[in-house]
């Protein structure tokens, strides 16, 4: 069983940057496939991003791609999501979540629905102002 805890949201100004940190506990973290999906007031959640379980290679959601970075540091069992030039359309709940690991590196972008995960975290609040 694995928990996941994120933490580092906030409010801020649009242009602002963010860094969410989401720690891993109770597992092999080195194994899982780390994803951040958001969800904004009355609407679904949606995928942002995904980071193969070596970090070598992430896929991101297309409104996001040139803003957001997800990085990790297996020691650390730590995910990060980098967010720069925030806009309000930004604001939302941010969760991390596991997922396994996928038999060809090419197949890590292929996991952007929240089905594919197995653990999430409880997520934690971003809200951008303009």
């Known amino acids: 069983q694995v928990q996941l805890v994120e933490s580092g949201g906030g409010l801020v100004q649009a242009g602002d940057s963010l860094r969410l940190s989401c720690a891993a506990s109770?597992?092999?973290?080195?194994?899982?496939?780390m994803g951040w999906f958001r969800q904004a007031l009355g609407k679904e959640r949606q995928f942002v991003g995904v980071i193969s379980w070596s970090g070598e290679v992430s896929y991101y959601e297309d409104s996001v791609k040139g803003r957001f970075t997800i990085s990790r540091d297996n020691a650390k069992n730590t995910v990060y999501l980098q967010m720069n030039s925030l806009k309000p359309e930004d604001t939302a709940v941010y969760y991390c979540?596991?997922?396994?690991?996928?038999?060809?590196?090419?197949?890590?972008?292929?996991?952007?629905?929240?089905?594919?995960?197995?653990?999430w975290g409880q997520g934690t609040q971003v809200t951008v102002s303009s």
């Open positions: 979540a596991a997922g396994p690991r996928v038999l060809r590196m090419s197949d890590v972008g292929t996991r952007r629905n929240p089905e594919q995960y197995n653990y």
């Open positions: 109770g597992g092999t973290f080195s194994v899982y496939v």
